[in-house]
């Protein structure tokens, strides 16, 4: 089963930036359309980003639009999320997850069939 692993959370001031990373084993990740998610403390885990498994569409929420940015190196099995500008309100654990669906950028949750275990994002004001 396709297992994926999340890195590079850490404790950052506000305005900083922070590149996560997505990666894949015992199944290429060029097979699914992945998602980034987050969940702060206290409140409901949100989408963040999401890109197809070729990489040619690439989907934002709202909220992260021209500060965060997701891509891929299928060839390293790895999913990326550079995120600049951050906020405070940027904190939580942040998931990856791999889609039923190859070409789903879309952020519902339900969507997604496996999930990694996260890693932690702090921003400090």
């Known amino acids: 089963q396709l297992q994926l692993v999340e890195s590079g959370g850490a404790l950052v001031q506000s305005g900083g930036s922070l590149r996560l990373s997505c990666v894949a084993s015992?199944?290429?990740?060029?097979?699914?359309?992945i998602g980034w998610f987050r969940q702060a403390p206290g409140k409901e885990r949100e989408g963040v980003s999401g890109i197809s498994s070729r990489g040619t569409s690439t989907n934002y929420a709202d909220s992260v639009k021209g500060r965060f940015t997701i891509s891929r190196d299928n060839a390293k099995n790895t999913v990326y999320l550079q995120m600049d500008g951050l906020k405070p309100e940027d904190t939580g654990v942040y998931y990856c997850?791999?889609?039923?669906?190859?070409?789903?950028?879309?952020?519902?949750?339900?969507?997604?069939?496996?999930w990694g275990q996260g890693t932690q994002v702090v921003v400090s004001s």
């Open positions: 015992r199944f290429r990740l060029d097979y699914y359309a």
């Open positions: 997850a791999a889609a039923r669906s190859n070409i789903y950028t879309g952020l519902q949750s339900v969507e997604y069939v496996v």
